[in-house]
Every structure is written in structure tokens, then in C-alpha cells.
């Protein structure tokens, strides 16, 4: 996964795992080694989580579909962007699509893939992804540019993150360090309209990140436990 708790997921025990799950497959076709650059070179321009953990096993995929090909083995770079920008906003508009959680098992796993989908996308320029992501952060950049399509789509999710994991009342009980995460990230949701200028976007971005980085730690372990 694009978080620190994943690094220590080998590409080779991946792919040893990826006959049993479709997003395990797609997931087998990121680039090596990018994500984990980008990560321990400056866990994407935020501050290092807590604690790190290490699954056992990768989560199983959430009720819904993601089109990360696996058939294309030739990159086209002319075509990387656009493609890899489309997926998101895809994945954004099936998340959004979704209804309130049966339970608090699918809850957590879904919301764990939404914050791994999201980390991927910043990661993907590997040794490159330093500079991408201080771009991201920082850029003047119109909103319909790459940067601010990216950034629409980033905020949208995180959005539907916080009413995922807020609408199984029972996480408050059995999940309250998950839930004070996300208390954490609705005052930064809700002063941040989604539509701000570079300066609005550093500073929801510089709060939420780290936020976003430590709740994915957090659903990591519960995913896998919950999987088990």
C-alpha cells in the first residue's frame, strides 16, 4: 500500500496472493518500488503516523468494481496522466455512489481501500513522486488541470470517507481511535469547499494528510484482523 504499514508487503508476497482477489491483481501491477519511494522519502509531505504495523495479509477488495488494468504490460507514458487521473475520478464517483455500511466489517474495509487508492495515486511517479507531490500540495492550478481534477477528486473521497466511517454508529464503541480520526477530519472537510485556491488547498491538505495516513494505519490492522 502507498501507507508506511504496507512497505514491509514484498512484491513477491503479493503476487503470490493474487489469485484470490481481483484488487490484489491490480494492485500487482503498480509500479516496484514507487511506492514505497515516495513514501520514505517524505511520507507524502506529511508527518510519519505513529505506529507502523505489519499485516499478514493483503485486505480482501470492497463491494465494488476498480479498473486498474492488468492487461497492459507497455506503459504509454503520453497516455500514464490522463488514465491514471480518469481511474480516480472513476473511483471516486463508485465511491460516492454507495450506500450507508451493512456492517462494520465492509465498513472498514472499504474505507481502508479508499485511503490506499488515494495514496497510490500520489505515489505513482515513484522516484519522481517528491516532486509531484510537492506540486500537488502547492501549485496554482486552474480546476480543470490534472492538479486540480486530482485535488477535486482527493477531497471528494475523503469526504465520503468521513461519512462512510460515520455512518455505522457502532464504530464509536468498538473502533474509537478510528472514530477520533475521523472527528479529526470533519472541521478540515467542512471549512474547505473543495473549490479553493492554492493557499486553501495547502492548508487542507497539510491537516488532512497526516490525519488520512494514520487512519489508514489504523484500518490496516482492523482489516486484516477482520479478515483473519
Avoid at 10 to 31: D, G, H, K, N, Y
Avoid at 66 to 95: G, H, M, Q, R, W
Wanted: overall charge negative; aromatic content about 8%; charged content about 20%.
Amino acid at each position: 500500500m502507498l501507507l508506511p504499514v504496507m512497505l514491509r508487503l514484498t512484491s513477491q508476497s503479493m503476487r503470490r496472493r493474487a489469485v484470490f482477489s481481483p484488487l490484489e491483481r491490480q494492485i500487482c501491477t503498480a509500479p516496484q518500488g514507487g511506492i514505497a519511494s515516495a513514501v520514505k522519502n517524505n511520507f507524502l509531505l506529511g508527518r510519519r503516523p505513529q505506529a507502523q504495523r505489519s499485516p499478514k495479509h493483503f485486505p480482501p477488495s470492497p463491494p465494488m468494481r476498480f479498473s486498474y488494468s492488468t492487461e497492459e504490460t507497455i506503459p504509454k507514458p503520453e497516455n500514464e496522466e490522463e488514465d491514471a487521473l480518469a481511474l480516480l475520478e472513476t473511483f471516486s464517483a463508485d465511491v460516492s455512489s454507495l450506500g450507508p455500511a451493512p456492517d462494520e466489517k465492509s465498513c472498514l474495509q472499504v474505507s481502508y481501500t479508499i485511503i490506499y487508492e488515494v495514496m497510490r495515486y500520489l505515489a505513482r511517479h515513484g522516484e519522481g513522486s517528491e516532486s509531484y507531490l510537492s506540486i500537488f500540495m502547492n501549485s496554482e492550478a486552474p480546476e480543470n488541470s490534472n492538479i486540480g481534477r486530482a485535488r477535486k477528486s482527493i477531497f471528494q473521497l475523503t469526504k465520503h470517507l468521513v461519512r462512510l466511517l460515520s455512518s455505522v454508529s457502532s464504530l464509536r464503541v468498538s473502533q474509537p481511535v478510528i472514530l477520533g480520526l475521523v472527528g479529526a477530519l470533519e472541521p478540515y472537510i467542512t471549512v474547505y469547499d473543495g473549490e479553493g485556491d492554492a493557499q486553501g488547498w495547502k492548508t487542507f491538505w497539510s491537516q488532512a494528510q497526516p490525519v488520512l495516513l494514520e487512519l489508514g494505519a489504523q484500518l490496516s490492522e482492523e482489516v486484516v484482523q477482520t479478515h483473519d
